[in-house]
């Protein structure tokens, strides 16, 4: 016999506890003037706190390692062997396809393979894309994000 319950995401006939709903603060994620320890003690607690959100069943590394390939992808279009002038133009033309990870994330949890707390973070992280540097700043800060995350695995 299978007891319903009221879970943030509506009813379902699963047995579970409900897990209690972890928020993450993003106030500490600076693209432009970028925090000492952004790639260091921000990037380790970022992922600490999705690992605590995932709770094992979502936010699976290979699943957030998705986005963070794709984010490689634009980096690389953008910087590779190019001059300041000529990143700065090529990131104009890509910008619209990079900001569109926005809506991947979003897609992702809406099919339940990403939870609110990693769309939190990564929305924020491109939001915040507005040049080339900003850009690289990004790939770093999920670079030092997927490493701290893959540590927290179990």
């Known amino acids: 016999m299978s ?18 709903r972890i928020t993450i603060s993003t106030a500490d994620i600076q693209l432009k003037n970028i925090p000492a320890t952004l790639f ?30 794709e984010l490689v992808m634009w980096h690389e279009r953008v910087h590779f062997e190019r001059t300041p002038q000529e990143r700065e133009a090529k990131f104009q033309e890509m910008a619209p396809f990079i900001q569109m990870l926005v809506a991947k ?3 992702a949890k809406g099919r339940d393979h990403v939870d609110e707390c990693f769309e939190t973070l990564f929305a924020h992280v491109i939001r915040q894309i507005s040049d080339a540097d900003t850009l690289r ?11 701290f995350y893959k540590a927290q695995e179990k």
């Open 105 to 107: 994330v979003a897609y």
């Open 137 to 147: 700043n990004a790939k770093l800060f999920m670079e030092a994000f997927m490493g």
């Open 3 to 20: 007891t319903q319950y009221r879970s943030n995401h509506g009813w379902s006939g699963h047995q579970r506890q409900d897990t209690p």
């Open 40 to 69: 260091s003690d921000i990037a380790q607690d970022k992922a600490r706190s999705v690992a605590e959100a995932g709770d094992g069943r979502k936010n699976k590394s290979t699943q957030l390692r998705r986005f963070y390939d």
